[in-house]
């Protein structure tokens, strides 16, 4: 990949035209995604990652698991997906901005939000200093992969805070006739309809948890309706015992009186998805899973421009203490759930594992950084009972690897 940087594909500026023309529908009465859905088909098309994000270390960077994707285009993408969900009112959008919020967000900063990445890697085995002439990455130097207070950069500093609160706020919007619940995450809201308080609130573990209660609450009774997206990788889904087309809005009309509860059940299964170069990568519901690699943390704390970088807020170097070189060599998964604590995107305590057996595989690496492909497809071991879990629950891993005969 030629080392070059250009506004035209910056991966940033990429995200954030991914709304432009959903704005300008307001004003001109154009098709509210029709850009959006052919600029997304493009980008993907030769710069995807496993996420359902693009590569970008700065500018698009092809599909390869070891080049990155800047910290500040996840936040850009999450806040187009954000206004092409409210003014298209298309399902699709909602699936790819949770595709971003679990997966994306999460991997690319610490637990606590002290520190993040300046890009992150689909497969990324050590998070530490990379020699000048082995540096994957597009136009980025060494250190834009370790985790910092401004690693590489400080724009993703200042940016990164703004995605999270921004998805809360989209969580549930003002529909033409009520209220609709555009992702089932832990939120509430209250606003007055037709001069009655009506308060809503959604109790649920999702994205780790299969299910969700919104509560209704009306002072005195009101006619309103009630969205429910069902997410387009759902196999299937339930409201209150009905079933609910996947990749759709399930409407509710009625009158609302007191406080009311409707469940919402979805069906969520393992997958390995294909991936180019036939790897493989294995997605459940909105969430995609990776092997966790052990690491050893070093904190490099030092001054720089006049400021002290101590811990939390230094930087840090992670080192792999376990063993990455594997692959897939089955397709029958088990599913365990966990208790979801304080950090839901916990390292060391992830709310959901999958276990499944893999094999150790011929593959190199170079300071630091895995070979885009195994030298060969063939299992150097007998099968391991491993668990695997959420892309976001993790600092090292691998995430995209072959399905090998045992």
Request: overall charge negative; charged content about 20%; hydrophobic content about 35%.
């Given at each position: 990949?030629d ?55 700065e ?11 800047e910290?500040?285009s ?177 409407r ?17 299964v ?9 790897m ?97 497809r ?29």
């Amino acid at each position: 990949m030629d080392k070059y940087w250009t506004q035209l594909n910056h991966v940033v500026n990429t995200a954030m035209a991914f709304k432009s023309r959903a704005l300008m529908s307001l004003l001109t009465g154009e098709s509210a995604d029709g850009f959006a859905r052919e600029m997304y088909e493009k980008v993907m098309r030769y710069n995807s990652m496993a996420t359902g994000h693009f590569t970008g270390d700065e500018c698009l960077s092809g599909d390869s698991p070891v080049q990155g994707s800047e910290c500040c285009s996840v936040a850009e993408a999450m806040y187009s997906y954000e206004i092409l969900l409210a003014v298209s009112g298309n399902p699709f959008w909602g699936d790819l901005l949770e595709k971003e919020a679990f997966n994306c967000l999460p991997a690319t900063t610490t637990p606590d939000m002290w520190a993040h990445q300046y890009v992150q890697m689909t497969n990324q085995i050590c998070c530490s200093r990379i020699a000048p002439d082995q540096v994957p990455f597009n136009s980025n130097g060494g250190e834009a992969h370790m985790f910092g207070l401004e690693p590489n950069f400080g724009c993703c500093t200042a940016n990164f805070n703004q995605a999270w609160p921004k998805f809360a706020l989209s969580a549930v919007a003002l529909s033409a006739d009520g209220l609709a619940v555009m992702s089932p995450v832990p939120v509430s809201v209250r606003i007055e309809k037709e001069g009655t308080a009506v308060s809503l609130q959604v109790i649920s573990g999702y994205p780790f948890r299969d299910e969700a209660v919104i509560e209704i609450t009306a002072e005195r009774p009101v006619e309103m309706e009630l969205l429910v997206r069902i997410p387009g990788f759902a196999q299937g889904a339930l409201v209150d015992g009905e079933k609910a087309e996947p990749g759709s809005f399930y409407r509710i009309y009625r009158k609302w009186e007191g406080s009311t509860r409707v469940k919402v059940s979805f069906s969520f299964v393992p997958v390995l998805t294909d991936r180019p170069n036939d790897m493989k990568a294995l997605v459940r519901g909105p969430l995609v899973f990776s092997l966790p690699i052990t690491e050893t943390c070093r904190k490099l704390e030092y001054v720089k421009d006049g400021v002290e970088r101590k811990a939390p807020y230094c930087d840090y170097e992670l080192t792999p203490a376990s063993d990455w070189n594997y692959g897939f060599c089955t397709e029958t998964f088990e599913v365990r759930g966990n208790e979801i604590g304080e950090f839901p995107f916990a390292v060391d305590n992830p709310p959901l594992q999958i276990k499944t057996e893999m094999v150790k595989i011929p593959w190199q690496e170079n300071g630091g950084v895995c070979a885009p492909l195994p030298q060969e497809r063939r299992a150097l071991s007998q099968p391991e009972e491993k668990l695997l879990q959420p892309y976001g629950c993790t600092n090292l891993r691998m995430t995209e690897m072959p399905l090998v005969s045992r």
